[in-house]
């Protein structure tokens, strides 16, 4: 395409709403050529709980997570996405047997 339009530098981001809501991208973006996006830096949403633990085992956890200079909800993730990774894993070796 030939015709493509050059994107107008915007002031803000409701600027720039305002001009794609009105606007047809495609006047402004050759379709035929391949766009590669990289979500390799994406952070996964994340969902707030509660969970109730024993005080005992939270001061360890605290202890372990100050050991290797973590915050200790970040060593409880580790802990967790291990484990259901774990348990995955053998659910999997087991339906395949």
Same mark, same amino acid.
């Given at each position: 395409?030939?015709?493509? &339009? =050059?994107?107008?530098?915007?002031?803000?981001?409701?600027?720039? +709403? /305002?001009?794609?809501?009105?606007?047809?991208?495609? =006047?402004?973006?050759?379709?035929?050529? $391949?766009?590669?996006?990289?979500?390799?830096?994406?952070?996964?949403?994340?969902?707030?709980?509660? !969970? $109730?633990?024993?005080?005992?085992?939270? $001061? @360890?956890?605290?202890? @372990? +997570?100050? /050991?290797?200079? !973590?915050?200790?909800?970040?060593? @409880?993730?580790?802990? @967790?996405?291990?484990?259901? %990774?774990? %348990?995955? !894993?053998? &659910?999997?070796?087991?339906?395949? !047997?």
């Amino acid at each position: 395409m030939n015709n493509i &339009k =050059q994107v107008p530098t915007f002031k803000n981001e409701d600027e720039e +709403a /305002e001009f794609w809501a009105t606007h047809d991208f495609t =006047q402004y973006h050759d379709v035929s050529k $391949r766009v590669l996006a990289d979500f390799t830096h994406l952070k996964p949403s994340t969902q707030s709980i509660t !969970i $109730r633990l024993p005080k005992p085992m939270v $001061r @360890l956890i605290k202890m @372990l +997570a100050n /050991e290797q200079d !973590i915050p200790y909800q970040s060593l @409880l993730k580790i802990f @967790l996405d291990e484990k259901l %990774k774990e %348990k995955l !894993i053998v &659910k999997h070796k087991a339906a395949n !047997i």
